[in-house]
Protein backbone atom coordinates (compact mmCIF):
# COMPACT_ATOMS: atom_id res chain seq x y z
CA UNK A 1 0.00 0.00 0.00
CA UNK A 2 3.00 2.12 -0.42
CA UNK A 3 1.44 4.16 -3.50
CA UNK A 4 -1.64 5.00 -1.51
CA UNK A 5 0.38 5.86 0.91
CA UNK A 6 2.36 8.71 -0.84
CA UNK A 7 -0.66 9.64 -2.47
CA UNK A 8 -2.63 10.40 1.59
CA UNK A 9 0.72 11.99 2.66
CA UNK A 10 0.27 14.26 -0.86
CA UNK A 11 3.83 12.93 -1.96
CA UNK A 12 1.88 12.21 -5.30
CA UNK A 13 -0.65 14.45 -6.37
CA UNK A 14 -3.78 14.67 -7.77
CA UNK A 15 -2.53 16.14 -10.77
CA UNK A 16 0.28 13.42 -11.26
CA UNK A 17 -2.27 10.67 -10.78
CA UNK A 18 -4.74 12.71 -13.90
CA UNK A 19 -1.83 12.79 -16.07
CA UNK A 20 -0.85 8.85 -15.88
CA UNK A 21 -4.90 7.78 -16.43
CA UNK A 22 -4.99 10.06 -19.28
CA UNK A 23 -1.77 8.71 -20.44
CA UNK A 24 -2.11 5.34 -20.21
CA UNK A 25 -5.42 5.44 -22.44
CA UNK A 26 -7.25 3.37 -19.51
CA UNK A 27 -10.78 2.88 -20.04
CA UNK A 28 -13.72 0.87 -17.87
CA UNK A 29 -13.57 -2.67 -18.17
CA UNK A 30 -16.82 -3.09 -17.31
CA UNK A 31 -18.16 -2.51 -20.68
CA UNK A 32 -18.77 1.01 -21.68
CA UNK A 33 -15.31 1.65 -21.91
CA UNK A 34 -15.38 5.53 -20.76
CA UNK A 35 -11.94 7.23 -20.11
CA UNK A 36 -10.57 6.32 -16.38
CA UNK A 37 -9.05 9.44 -16.09
CA UNK A 38 -11.95 11.75 -17.60
CA UNK A 39 -14.36 9.59 -14.55
CA UNK A 40 -12.57 10.28 -11.72
CA UNK A 41 -12.11 14.17 -12.86
CA UNK A 42 -15.76 14.82 -13.46
CA UNK A 43 -16.69 13.05 -9.61
CA UNK A 44 -13.67 14.75 -8.15
CA UNK A 45 -14.96 18.18 -8.99
CA UNK A 46 -18.16 17.90 -7.25
CA UNK A 47 -18.68 19.35 -3.74
CA UNK A 48 -19.86 17.32 -0.24
CA UNK A 49 -20.34 13.88 0.47
CA UNK A 50 -19.13 11.52 -2.14
CA UNK A 51 -18.61 7.50 -2.59
CA UNK A 52 -17.17 5.14 -4.63
CA UNK A 53 -18.95 2.01 -6.01
CA UNK A 54 -17.16 -1.06 -7.00
CA UNK A 55 -19.30 -3.44 -9.74
CA UNK A 56 -17.79 -6.57 -8.92
CA UNK A 57 -20.99 -8.19 -10.16
CA UNK A 58 -19.89 -10.24 -13.62
CA UNK A 59 -22.85 -11.06 -14.86
CA UNK A 60 -22.07 -11.03 -18.37
CA UNK A 61 -22.17 -14.70 -19.61
CA UNK A 62 -19.05 -15.93 -20.77
CA UNK A 63 -16.95 -13.08 -17.92
CA UNK A 64 -14.79 -14.31 -15.35
CA UNK A 65 -11.55 -12.00 -15.50
CA UNK A 66 -12.62 -9.92 -12.12
CA UNK A 67 -13.35 -13.04 -10.28
CA UNK A 68 -9.72 -14.42 -11.23
CA UNK A 69 -7.63 -11.55 -10.26
CA UNK A 70 -9.50 -11.80 -6.50
CA UNK A 71 -8.48 -15.15 -6.15
CA UNK A 72 -4.83 -14.69 -6.80
CA UNK A 73 -4.19 -10.82 -5.89
CA UNK A 74 -7.44 -9.30 -3.86
CA UNK A 75 -4.67 -6.36 -2.19
CA UNK A 76 -3.87 -4.85 -6.08
CA UNK A 77 -7.66 -4.47 -6.53
CA UNK A 78 -7.76 -3.03 -2.49
CA UNK A 79 -5.23 -0.52 -3.38
CA UNK A 80 -6.64 0.82 -6.44
CA UNK A 81 -10.17 1.03 -4.70
CA UNK A 82 -8.14 3.18 -2.02
CA UNK A 83 -6.54 5.31 -4.51
CA UNK A 84 -9.59 6.23 -5.86
CA UNK A 85 -11.57 6.64 -2.86
CA UNK A 86 -8.42 9.15 -2.01
CA UNK A 87 -8.59 10.76 -5.67
CA UNK A 88 -12.42 11.90 -5.17
CA UNK A 89 -12.46 12.70 -1.50
CA UNK A 90 -14.80 9.76 -0.69
CA UNK A 91 -16.37 8.92 2.46
CA UNK A 92 -16.47 5.25 1.88
CA UNK A 93 -16.37 2.42 -0.31
CA UNK A 94 -19.05 0.28 -1.63
CA UNK A 95 -18.50 -2.86 -3.34
CA UNK A 96 -20.99 -4.50 -4.87
CA UNK A 97 -20.06 -8.30 -5.58
CA UNK A 98 -22.33 -11.34 -6.87
CA UNK A 99 -23.30 -13.39 -4.25
CA UNK A 100 -22.72 -16.59 -6.74
CA UNK A 101 -18.86 -15.88 -5.52
CA UNK A 102 -18.93 -17.03 -1.99
CA UNK A 103 -14.96 -17.79 -2.16
CA UNK A 104 -14.18 -14.33 -2.63
CA UNK A 105 -17.38 -12.61 -0.85
CA UNK A 106 -14.73 -14.69 2.15
CA UNK A 107 -11.34 -13.56 0.85
CA UNK A 108 -12.46 -9.79 0.59
CA UNK A 109 -13.85 -9.95 4.15
CA UNK A 110 -10.67 -11.60 5.66
CA UNK A 111 -8.29 -9.17 3.53
CA UNK A 112 -10.56 -5.64 4.02
CA UNK A 113 -10.28 -6.89 8.21
CA UNK A 114 -6.70 -7.47 7.79
CA UNK A 115 -6.40 -3.62 6.18
CA UNK A 116 -8.26 -2.72 9.45
CA UNK A 117 -6.61 -4.11 11.77
CA UNK A 118 -3.55 -2.85 10.39
CA UNK A 119 -4.99 1.00 10.47
CA UNK A 120 -4.48 0.83 6.58
CA UNK A 121 -8.71 1.84 6.75
CA UNK A 122 -11.24 2.74 8.79
CA UNK A 123 -13.37 0.21 9.61
CA UNK A 124 -16.40 -0.28 7.73
CA UNK A 125 -14.51 2.15 4.74
CA UNK A 126 -15.06 -0.51 2.59
CA UNK A 127 -17.96 -2.11 2.23
CA UNK A 128 -19.40 -5.52 0.87
CA UNK A 129 -22.91 -5.36 -0.45
CA UNK A 130 -23.77 -8.96 -2.30
CA UNK A 131 -25.75 -8.96 -4.98
CA UNK A 132 -28.71 -11.57 -6.21
CA UNK A 133 -27.75 -12.49 -9.07
CA UNK A 134 -29.63 -10.05 -11.54
CA UNK A 135 -28.13 -8.97 -14.66
CA UNK A 136 -29.26 -5.78 -14.57
CA UNK A 137 -27.27 -4.74 -11.32
CA UNK A 138 -24.39 -4.91 -13.84
CA UNK A 139 -25.63 -1.04 -14.91
CA UNK A 140 -24.59 1.69 -12.67
CA UNK A 141 -27.68 3.01 -11.79
CA UNK A 142 -29.52 -0.55 -11.14
CA UNK A 143 -26.43 -1.23 -8.83
CA UNK A 144 -26.30 1.53 -6.82
CA UNK A 145 -30.68 0.77 -6.41
CA UNK A 146 -29.59 -2.58 -5.49
CA UNK A 147 -26.48 -1.23 -2.84
CA UNK A 148 -29.25 1.13 -1.02
CA UNK A 149 -31.68 -1.92 -0.80
CA UNK A 150 -33.95 -1.21 -3.36
CA UNK A 151 -35.21 -3.53 -6.53
CA UNK A 152 -32.46 -3.10 -8.99
CA UNK A 153 -33.95 -1.08 -11.68
CA UNK A 154 -32.23 1.69 -13.87
CA UNK A 155 -32.96 4.92 -13.00
CA UNK A 156 -33.49 7.75 -16.12
CA UNK A 157 -30.66 10.06 -16.87
CA UNK A 158 -30.09 12.44 -16.34
CA UNK A 159 -29.18 13.15 -13.41
CA UNK A 160 -26.31 11.11 -14.22
CA UNK A 161 -24.40 9.05 -11.05
CA UNK A 162 -21.41 11.00 -11.54
CA UNK A 163 -23.43 13.82 -9.76
CA UNK A 164 -26.69 11.98 -8.45
CA UNK A 165 -25.55 8.83 -7.11
CA UNK A 166 -25.58 6.25 -4.19
CA UNK A 167 -27.56 8.20 -1.25
CA UNK A 168 -28.33 11.58 -3.53
CA UNK A 169 -24.48 11.86 -3.59
CA UNK A 170 -22.02 12.07 -6.36
CA UNK A 171 -20.49 8.77 -6.99
CA UNK A 172 -17.67 6.97 -8.85
CA UNK A 173 -18.68 4.19 -10.54
CA UNK A 174 -15.35 1.78 -11.52
CA UNK A 175 -15.38 -2.15 -12.99
CA UNK A 176 -13.22 -4.27 -10.24
CA UNK A 177 -10.70 -4.75 -12.53
CA UNK A 178 -10.59 -0.99 -13.98
CA UNK A 179 -9.08 -0.60 -10.26
CA UNK A 180 -7.24 -3.31 -10.37
CA UNK A 181 -4.38 -2.02 -12.76
CA UNK A 182 -4.89 1.29 -11.11
CA UNK A 183 -1.48 1.14 -8.69
CA UNK A 184 0.63 -0.45 -11.63
CA UNK A 185 -0.09 2.26 -13.66
CA UNK A 186 0.93 4.90 -11.04
CA UNK A 187 3.84 3.30 -9.84
CA UNK A 188 5.07 1.77 -12.93
CA UNK A 189 3.88 5.09 -15.50
CA UNK A 190 1.49 5.15 -18.28
CA UNK A 191 3.71 4.24 -20.95
CA UNK A 192 3.82 0.68 -19.07
CA UNK A 193 0.32 -0.31 -19.71
CA UNK A 194 -0.16 2.27 -22.62
CA UNK A 195 2.49 0.73 -24.65
CA UNK A 196 1.00 -2.61 -25.08
CA UNK A 197 -1.70 -1.37 -27.44
CA UNK A 198 -1.07 -2.88 -31.23
CA UNK A 199 -2.41 -1.64 -34.20
CA UNK A 200 -2.61 2.06 -32.79
CA UNK A 201 -4.71 0.76 -29.77
CA UNK A 202 -3.27 1.83 -26.26
CA UNK A 203 -3.35 -1.06 -23.36
CA UNK A 204 -4.53 -4.37 -23.04
CA UNK A 205 -7.30 -6.49 -22.20
CA UNK A 206 -8.23 -9.21 -20.13
CA UNK A 207 -10.09 -11.77 -22.36
CA UNK A 208 -11.70 -14.11 -20.82
CA UNK A 209 -12.05 -16.34 -23.69
CA UNK A 210 -14.67 -19.79 -23.45
CA UNK A 211 -15.81 -21.81 -26.05
CA UNK A 212 -14.13 -24.64 -28.74
CA UNK A 213 -10.70 -23.63 -27.75
CA UNK A 214 -7.84 -25.83 -26.32
CA UNK A 215 -6.80 -23.71 -23.00
CA UNK A 216 -9.87 -21.41 -21.77
CA UNK A 217 -9.22 -19.07 -19.60
CA UNK A 218 -8.46 -15.05 -18.54
CA UNK A 219 -5.69 -14.25 -21.68
CA UNK A 220 -4.05 -10.88 -21.07
CA UNK A 221 -3.70 -9.48 -24.30
CA UNK A 222 -2.93 -6.41 -26.18
CA UNK A 223 -5.61 -4.33 -27.12
CA UNK A 224 -5.98 -4.46 -30.93
CA UNK A 225 -5.50 -7.98 -31.23
CA UNK A 226 -7.81 -10.05 -33.45
CA UNK A 227 -9.83 -13.24 -32.95
CA UNK A 228 -7.51 -15.23 -35.03
CA UNK A 229 -4.08 -14.31 -32.96
CA UNK A 230 -5.67 -14.79 -29.50
CA UNK A 231 -7.12 -18.39 -30.64
CA UNK A 232 -3.25 -19.24 -32.37
CA UNK A 233 -1.12 -17.45 -29.54
CA UNK A 234 -3.08 -17.95 -26.37
CA UNK A 235 -5.50 -20.31 -26.34
CA UNK A 236 -3.64 -23.01 -28.23
CA UNK A 237 -5.83 -22.83 -30.88
CA UNK A 238 -9.00 -24.32 -31.98
CA UNK A 239 -10.51 -27.65 -29.45
CA UNK A 240 -9.41 -30.32 -31.58
CA UNK A 241 -12.36 -31.61 -34.17
CA UNK A 242 -13.77 -27.95 -34.29
CA UNK A 243 -13.38 -25.25 -36.94
CA UNK A 244 -13.88 -21.55 -36.08
CA UNK A 245 -17.09 -20.69 -37.34
CA UNK A 246 -17.87 -17.52 -35.56
CA UNK A 247 -17.18 -15.72 -32.14
CA UNK A 248 -18.81 -13.60 -29.75
CA UNK A 249 -16.54 -10.72 -29.26
CA UNK A 250 -18.68 -8.98 -26.18
CA UNK A 251 -20.32 -11.53 -24.15
CA UNK A 252 -24.30 -11.62 -24.92
CA UNK A 253 -24.79 -8.73 -25.70
CA UNK A 254 -21.83 -7.64 -28.23
CA UNK A 255 -23.01 -9.66 -31.47
CA UNK A 256 -22.15 -12.69 -33.17
CA UNK A 257 -18.91 -12.63 -35.91
CA UNK A 258 -18.51 -14.82 -38.41
CA UNK A 259 -15.05 -16.41 -39.31
CA UNK A 260 -14.36 -14.69 -42.49
CA UNK A 261 -14.09 -11.80 -39.61
CA UNK A 262 -11.34 -13.16 -37.85
CA UNK A 263 -8.98 -10.12 -38.70
CA UNK A 264 -11.09 -7.38 -36.56
CA UNK A 265 -9.17 -5.57 -33.75
CA UNK A 266 -10.73 -6.17 -30.70
CA UNK A 267 -10.98 -2.82 -28.61
CA UNK A 268 -13.20 -0.05 -27.36
CA UNK A 269 -14.56 2.00 -29.92
CA UNK A 270 -13.14 0.13 -31.87
CA UNK A 271 -14.62 1.58 -35.32
CA UNK A 272 -14.36 -2.05 -36.92
CA UNK A 273 -16.43 -3.57 -34.61
CA UNK A 274 -19.18 -1.07 -34.30
CA UNK A 275 -19.50 -0.47 -38.09
CA UNK A 276 -20.84 -4.36 -37.90
CA UNK A 277 -22.81 -3.51 -34.75
CA UNK A 278 -20.63 -5.58 -32.37
CA UNK A 279 -18.29 -4.08 -29.11
CA UNK A 280 -16.39 -5.53 -26.97
CA UNK A 281 -18.19 -5.05 -23.88
CA UNK A 282 -16.29 -7.24 -20.80
CA UNK A 283 -14.51 -8.47 -22.82
CA UNK A 284 -15.83 -11.80 -22.90
CA UNK A 285 -14.99 -13.88 -25.67
CA UNK A 286 -16.98 -16.90 -26.65
CA UNK A 287 -15.87 -18.72 -29.80
CA UNK A 288 -18.07 -21.09 -31.93
CA UNK A 289 -17.44 -23.71 -34.52
CA UNK A 290 -19.10 -25.80 -37.00
CA UNK A 291 -20.60 -28.00 -34.65
CA UNK A 292 -22.45 -25.01 -33.12
CA UNK A 293 -25.93 -23.65 -34.55
CA UNK A 294 -25.85 -19.55 -34.61
CA UNK A 295 -29.74 -20.01 -34.81
CA UNK A 296 -29.82 -22.02 -31.33
CA UNK A 297 -26.88 -19.64 -30.01
CA UNK A 298 -29.17 -16.72 -30.69
CA UNK A 299 -32.02 -18.11 -29.40
CA UNK A 300 -29.94 -19.15 -25.97
CA UNK A 301 -28.95 -15.74 -25.89
CA UNK A 302 -32.36 -14.11 -25.94
CA UNK A 303 -33.61 -16.57 -23.73
CA UNK A 304 -31.45 -14.96 -21.58
CA UNK A 305 -32.35 -11.55 -21.76
CA UNK A 306 -35.81 -12.35 -22.09
CA UNK A 307 -34.96 -13.90 -18.12
CA UNK A 308 -33.12 -11.10 -16.81
CA UNK A 309 -35.17 -8.16 -18.21
CA UNK A 310 -36.00 -6.30 -15.19
CA UNK A 311 -39.19 -5.39 -16.68
CA UNK A 312 -39.34 -1.67 -15.86
CA UNK A 313 -39.60 -0.43 -19.18
CA UNK A 314 -42.33 -2.35 -21.60
CA UNK A 315 -40.04 -2.50 -24.84
CA UNK A 316 -37.59 -4.71 -23.24
CA UNK A 317 -39.85 -6.58 -20.95
CA UNK A 318 -42.31 -7.66 -24.18
CA UNK A 319 -40.10 -7.13 -26.48
CA UNK A 320 -37.47 -10.03 -25.51
CA UNK A 321 -40.44 -11.89 -24.59
CA UNK A 322 -42.14 -11.95 -28.07
CA UNK A 323 -38.62 -12.08 -29.98
CA UNK A 324 -37.80 -15.66 -28.04
CA UNK A 325 -41.09 -16.42 -29.24
CA UNK A 326 -40.66 -15.72 -33.00
CA UNK A 327 -37.53 -17.46 -33.14
CA UNK A 328 -38.60 -20.50 -31.81
CA UNK A 329 -40.70 -20.94 -34.88
CA UNK A 330 -39.31 -22.94 -37.56
CA UNK A 331 -39.83 -20.57 -39.91
CA UNK A 332 -39.07 -17.18 -38.70
CA UNK A 333 -41.54 -13.57 -39.60
CA UNK A 334 -37.92 -11.59 -40.99
CA UNK A 335 -40.44 -8.61 -40.67
CA UNK A 336 -41.77 -9.03 -37.08
CA UNK A 337 -38.28 -9.29 -35.83
CA UNK A 338 -36.75 -6.49 -37.19
CA UNK A 339 -39.35 -4.36 -36.03
CA UNK A 340 -39.53 -5.50 -32.53
CA UNK A 341 -35.52 -5.26 -32.80
CA UNK A 342 -35.75 -1.27 -33.98
CA UNK A 343 -38.60 -0.60 -31.18
CA UNK A 344 -35.93 -2.49 -28.23
CA UNK A 345 -32.95 -0.80 -29.55
CA UNK A 346 -34.41 2.62 -29.90
CA UNK A 347 -36.82 2.74 -26.57
CA UNK A 348 -35.32 0.96 -24.08
CA UNK A 349 -34.44 2.52 -20.94
CA UNK A 350 -30.95 0.94 -20.71
CA UNK A 351 -28.11 -1.15 -22.86
CA UNK A 352 -30.26 -4.33 -21.59
CA UNK A 353 -32.86 -3.83 -23.70
CA UNK A 354 -30.98 -1.75 -26.58
CA UNK A 355 -28.66 -4.63 -27.25
CA UNK A 356 -30.55 -8.12 -26.63
CA UNK A 357 -31.49 -8.55 -29.86
CA UNK A 358 -27.75 -7.99 -31.23
CA UNK A 359 -26.98 -11.82 -31.79
CA UNK A 360 -30.86 -12.47 -34.08
CA UNK A 361 -29.25 -9.31 -36.04
CA UNK A 362 -26.09 -10.65 -36.41
CA UNK A 363 -27.73 -14.14 -37.21
CA UNK A 364 -29.81 -12.52 -39.79
CA UNK A 365 -26.58 -10.81 -41.76
CA UNK A 366 -24.11 -13.32 -41.26
CA UNK A 367 -25.83 -16.25 -40.72
CA UNK A 368 -28.96 -16.39 -43.17
CA UNK A 369 -28.08 -20.03 -44.79
CA UNK A 370 -29.40 -21.20 -41.02
CA UNK A 371 -32.50 -19.67 -41.07
CA UNK A 372 -35.56 -20.46 -43.10
CA UNK A 373 -38.16 -17.02 -43.51
CA UNK A 374 -42.54 -17.79 -43.84
Same mark, same amino acid.
Given at each position: YAIAKKINDGVISKKKILDSLNQSGLKGKGGAGFPTGKKWEIVSGYKGRKFVAVNGDEGEPGTFKDRS @?? /?????????????????????? %? @?????? /? @? $???????? !?????????? +? !? $? #?????????? =????CGEESAMIESIEGKRGLPRHRPPYVAEVGLFGCPT???????????????? #?? $??????? =??? =? #??????????????? $?????APAGITIQKLIDDYCGGMADGHELKGYLPGGASGGILPASMNNIPLDYGSKELSDLGCFLGSAAIVVLSDKDSMKDVALNLLKFF??????????????????????????????? +?????? %???????? =??????????????????NEVTYE
Open positions: @YL /ESDPHRFLEGALIASYFIDAKK %V @YIYMRD /E @Y $PAIIQILN !IEIKKLEDEN +L !I $P #KNYFIIRRGA =GAYILTNNLETLFWIRDIIE #KG $PRWFADN =GIA =G #KKGFHSFSVSGRVKN $PGVKVEEESCGQCTPCRSGTEKTVKLMKEKKWNKEK +LKDLSE %VMSQASIC =GLGQAATNPLNSVLKYFE
